[in-house]
């Protein structure tokens, strides 16, 4: 722990922190939220749209909400209280990103 908040201090390439949400979604979420695990009735999985429809309704302040201190099934920040806010957020935007770009993938796929 102590070794990776000290390589971050030292300043990794500023396209080390562009993924930072992909590596704490595959690290604290993935195991619940990816496609294909058994996960909680009800989870809403990466990048399939119509489980998210409902939430993005919701909007993204309520996840957020949800994420930060636990909904349902799901834990606070998944289970994983060493994750900072600005990192459960980072997993919550990453996670975000791939409904939206999976919905325009589908919207121009001909039948
Ligand atoms: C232990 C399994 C588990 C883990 C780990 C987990 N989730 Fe979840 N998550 C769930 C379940 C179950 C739900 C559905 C909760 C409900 O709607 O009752 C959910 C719902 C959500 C939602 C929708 C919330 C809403 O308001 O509808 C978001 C966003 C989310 N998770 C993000 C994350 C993020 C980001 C992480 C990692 C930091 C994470 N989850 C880790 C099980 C998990």
New binding site residues.
């Given amino acids: 722990m102590k070794r990776l908040l000290l390589c971050c201090a030292f300043g990794l390439p500023a396209a080390g922190f562009a993924d930072e949400g992909g590596d ?2 595959r690290q ?6 990816a496609v294909g695990v058994a ?6 999985r990466l990048g399939v749209r119509q489980d ?1 429809a ?2 993005l309704v ?1 909007g993204r302040p ?6 930060l201190k636990g ?5 606070p ?4 209280a060493s ?1 900072s806010d600005a ?2 957020q980072a ?2 935007d ?3 990103s791939r409904v939206d770009s999976r919905a325009m993938a589908g919207d121009s796929r001909r039948p």
């Avoid at 909904?71 to 834990?75: E, F, L, N, R, S």
């Fill in positions: 704490v979604y604290a979420c993935a195991v619940c939220h996960g909680a009735p009800g989870t809403p998210w409902e939430r919701a309520e996840m957020l909400r949800s994420v909904k349902g099934a799901m834990p920040k998944g289970g994983d994750l990192q459960a997993a919550l990453y996670m975000l």
